[in-house]
Structures are given as C-alpha cells and as structure tokens.
C-alpha cells in the first residue's frame, strides 16, 4: 500500500482500456477507520486515452489545510460507465505521519547523511512499524472523526484509540430517541471527561460520567453510566495531537542503529558469540524488546498491554 505524509498531496491515477462514456470517472474518498467521507464524489481530470488522475491536496489553495490530514487508511472509489453498465474500482493508500523527520535526524547525524539521505524514508518507515508494534499503539493524529461504540454498563468506556479531544456524544445515535448526551460547545451540556492515565499524557484511552454533571434535561434521561445495548457515537480528535518527544528520540536511535548495522545481532537476538569455535547465544526474550534498550526505555510508558477475556 502506498504510503503518503499527512498534510502534503497525493495524486491517484486510474488506468482504463479505453475511455468510458461521456469521459466521465468520479471518485470519492473515505478514510477507512472512521468510515467517513472525507471528499465526496468529485469528477476526475483526463489525461490521456483511459487515463484519469485525482489530486487531493489542500482544500483551499493557500489554506495549508489538506483533506489528507488524519492518519491511517484512505479508500478511494472510482465511479465510470461503459456500455450501460455501472463499475467502481477502488484504491487504497495510507498516511502518516513520520515519528522524526529527515532534517531533525541528519541535524543530529550528519556524518550519515551524504550516504543515507535518498533512503532516509524506508529506514523511517521501518522503525515507526517497530515501535507501533512494541508499544501496540500508533502515534498519529487523527482529528474530528466520529465513531460508534457500545455502552458497557459502567460509569466509564474504553476507546479504541486515545483520544485527545471530546467535541460531542450521542447516546443510540440515528433513533427516534436519541440524545445528545455532552457537547462540549454548550455549557449546559458538559457530561463526559476524558480520563488522565498514568503520565498524565494529553491522549486518554477512556471517556467516563462526571461526578457533577449538568442540569440538562438529557442528564435525568440518560443516567450516569453508559449502558449496555446502547451504542454512543463520539466525535473528537483522536490518537496524539503530535509525536511525543520520547517516541521521536527512539526512532533517532533505532534508525542511526539500522544505518550502522549495529542491529544486525540485536535482531537475530544474539547476545553472545564465541570465535574459536562457532557459538551463538539468543536472548530467551525474542520478541520482547525494540532492540536497544535506550528505546525500550523511552518507549515504556508509551507501552499498552491488551489482554484477551476467556470465556
């Protein structure tokens, strides 16, 4: 899958044997996790014989605000006619946002970047993959999306990703009896709080009543606790506003490794080699580091556990 920096442009082309009738392809995008359109049905431009291209890039020139601002999985649908006949085709992309750019690691190591610098984005790429695994959490940014979870019967609700702002929730969102249950443009309507996690990082992995809500009708409505067979559609800012400090000084680490070989042995886990005759000692605890152990401390407290019911 391709991938593409988020807040830059990317330009998609769809190649088809001959032009479909009326010259006409329209595309739409999505972004995947949320299931929310991003742009909606927009035409694309000919540039030669079943050739078209679409370009999503700021959405108003000059803005510096770029449909492809949030992280994560793209979708985009192409729409064409031939014959009578309807067809979509479908492309996928990913954004990202890198966890230390080219001009902050070569500032640091200069000496590498006369030898490194056209493949600076694949030693990039592979480190953020590293860390997204070891910690089991992306460090992207994913802003003003809406998704629908289900109530549990407690006073707070686990989210999916951490979240950094709370704008609006519905409880059993799309019924006749819905309820706007916080908003938190309205002073009258402030029920949920993000829950501080150890650390005290701006992203919180929980949402939950307060203790003293508001006199809105919908409180006496709703109770105080999100329940279960309900769904909650939260809208928000989610993942990290911006990578953290220690997520940026481990991938500095781990890439200046990669381009010095010094995680060669690391990640084969050797841990000892003997010469007079051959010996390689691994390390019991294969999977569980980054490699280097200056990273795995930086990232501890970025580390989330996730465990599995057995029932």
């Given at each position: 899958?391709?991938?593409?920096?988020a807040?830059?442009?990317?330009?998609?082309?769809?190649?088809?044997?001959?032009?479909?009738v009326?010259?006409?392809?329209?595309?739409?995008?999505?972004h995947?996790?949320?299931?929310?359109?991003?742009?909606?049905?927009t035409?694309?431009?000919?540039t030669g014989?079943?050739?078209y291209?679409?370009t999503?890039g700021e959405?108003?020139?000059g803005?510096?605000?770029y449909?492809?601002?949030?992280?994560?999985?793209?979708?985009v649908?192409?729409?064409y006619?031939?014959?009578?006949?309807?067809?979509?085709?479908?492309q996928y992309?990913?954004v990202y946002?890198p966890?230390?750019?080219s001009?902050?690691?070569?500032?640091?190591?200069s000496?590498?970047?006369?030898?490194?610098?056209?493949?600076y984005?694949?030693?990039e790429?592979?480190?953020r993959?590293?860390?997204?695994?070891?910690c089991?959490?992306?460090?992207?940014?994913f802003?003003n999306k809406t998704?629908?979870l289900?109530?549990?019967?407690?006073?707070?609700l686990?989210?999916p990703?951490?979240?950094?702002?709370l704008?609006?929730?519905?409880?059993?969102?799309?019924?006749?009896?819905?309820l706007l249950?916080?908003?938190?443009?309205d002073?009258?309507?402030?029920n949920?709080?993000?829950?501080?996690s150890?650390g005290n990082?701006?992203?919180s992995?929980?949402i939950r009543f307060?203790?003293?809500t508001?006199?809105?009708v919908n409180k006496r409505?709703?109770g105080?606790?999100?329940?279960?067979?309900?769904?909650y559609?939260?809208?928000?800012?989610?993942g990290?506003?911006?990578?953290?400090q220690?997520v940026?000084?481990?991938?500095?680490?781990?890439?200046?490794d990669?381009?010095?070989?010094d995680?060669e042995?690391?990640?084969?886990?050797?841990?000892?080699?003997?010469?007079?005759?051959?010996?390689?000692?691994?390390?019991?605890d294969?999977?569980?580091?980054?490699g280097?152990?200056e990273?795995?401390?930086?990232?501890?407290?970025y580390?989330t556990y996730?465990m599995d019911?057995?029932?």
């Open positions: 899958m391709d991938e593409v920096q807040n830059t442009s990317k330009t998609l082309t769809l190649t088809l044997s001959a032009d479909p009326g010259n006409d392809v329209t595309a739409v995008l999505t995947s996790w949320s299931g929310e359109t991003v742009l909606d049905s035409n694309c431009t000919r014989a079943g050739t291209t679409i999503y959405k108003a020139a803005s510096g605000n449909y492809l601002e949030a992280g994560g999985e793209h979708e649908t192409f729409t006619t031939v014959g009578s006949t309807v067809y979509t085709s479908t992309f990913f946002e966890y230390i750019s001009a902050n690691f070569f500032a640091i190591h000496g590498l970047q006369s030898a490194f610098s056209a493949s984005a694949t030693y790429k592979k480190v993959r590293i860390i997204n695994t070891y089991g959490q992306d460090f992207y940014s802003p998704i629908t289900d109530g549990n019967d407690s006073l707070a686990h989210l990703k951490p979240m950094y702002t704008s609006t929730v519905y409880a059993d969102y799309g019924d006749s009896d819905q249950i916080h908003d938190s443009s002073s009258t309507n402030i949920l709080e993000k829950v501080r150890f990082f701006e992203s992995w929980h307060k203790n003293k508001t006199t809105n409505l709703m105080d606790k999100f329940t279960h067979r309900s769904d559609r939260i809208k928000g800012d989610w990290w506003r911006f990578v953290p220690n940026q000084s481990a991938s500095e680490i781990l890439i200046a990669m381009m010095n070989n995680s042995y690391r990640s084969h886990r050797i841990i000892d080699v003997s010469l007079d005759t051959t010996r390689l000692s691994f390390d019991a294969f999977l569980g580091t980054t280097n152990t990273a795995d401390i930086l990232l501890m407290d580390t996730v019911y057995v029932v």
